[in-house]
């Protein structure tokens, strides 16, 4: 299985309060961003990474075999960028706030995604969960079938292309990569996840990240 891995970092991390996006920030002995590259490079199906990540920040990377792309406004808008540099006929998307992955739970998203075409990390809900409207509940969520998604995710070159074009002719906004599946019909697997797998998005998770870093 040929797979180009896109990792996205092209977004300015605005709630951690740093000028500095909070991916190319410094944790243990590297950047935040480098821990997730490590282990996509130790994978033989990983045939090439792609980067979105602002001009600024690429030089920061010049140790590693890597191929950029321009971040858009949009995450969605970062992901085109990307896949316009892809050549596999697998892609395995990421962000880069995302450090704490491991080789067992990428494998175990490729399996379940090969079957499919499509599928995500994710973690089974364990709060309980309100939909609301102007700050009033709504309703109580049915937490037994929520999950909370997480990256990597998996789909087929050929599903991410069709999804694009589905959004862009409805003018859609898609928050994770597949949703691009969901929208179209297809089915999307679901892999069980891992706890640490956090993103990294307050000065508290970084806190959390660098505790994790020192023991
Ligand atoms: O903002 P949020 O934490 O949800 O972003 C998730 C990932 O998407 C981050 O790694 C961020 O750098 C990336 N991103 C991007 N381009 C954007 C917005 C976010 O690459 N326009």
Request: hydrophobic content about 45%; overall charge neutral; aromatic content about 8%.
């Amino acid at each position: 299985m040929a797979i180009s891995a896109i990792i996205l970092a092209g977004g300015m991390g605005s709630r951690m309060q740093s000028t500095l996006a909070k991916q190319f920030l410094p944790l243990g002995n590297k950047l935040v961003i480098e821990y997730c590259l490590e282990v996509f490079f130790t994978l033989p199906e990983i045939k090439e990474v792609i980067v979105v990540c602002d001009t600024a920040y690429r030089h920061l990377l010049s140790s590693y075999p890597i191929k950029f792309a321009s971040p858009g406004p949009r995450r969605q808008d970062s992901l085109y960028q990307g896949l316009q540099q892809a050549t596999s006929p697998w892609i395995c998307i990421h962000d880069a706030a995302r450090p704490f992955i491991t080789q067992k739970i990428l494998k175990d998203l490729f399996e379940a995604g090969k079957e499919t075409g499509a599928a995500t990390l994710a973690l089974p809900i364990v709060s309980t969960v309100k939909q609301s409207h102007e700050m009033l509940v709504e309703k109580t969520l049915d937490r037994s079938v929520l999950w909370e998604a997480q990256t990597p995710q998996f789909l087929s070159h050929a599903l991410l292309v069709q999804g694009f074009a589905y959004t862009q002719q409805h003018n859609l906004t898609v928050t994770d990569d597949v949703m691009f599946a969901e929208l179209l019909g297809h089915p999307t697997k679901l892999v069980k996840g891992i706890s640490k797998n956090i993103k990294l998005t307050t000065p508290e998770d970084f806190a959390l990240a660098q505790a994790w870093c020192s023991l």
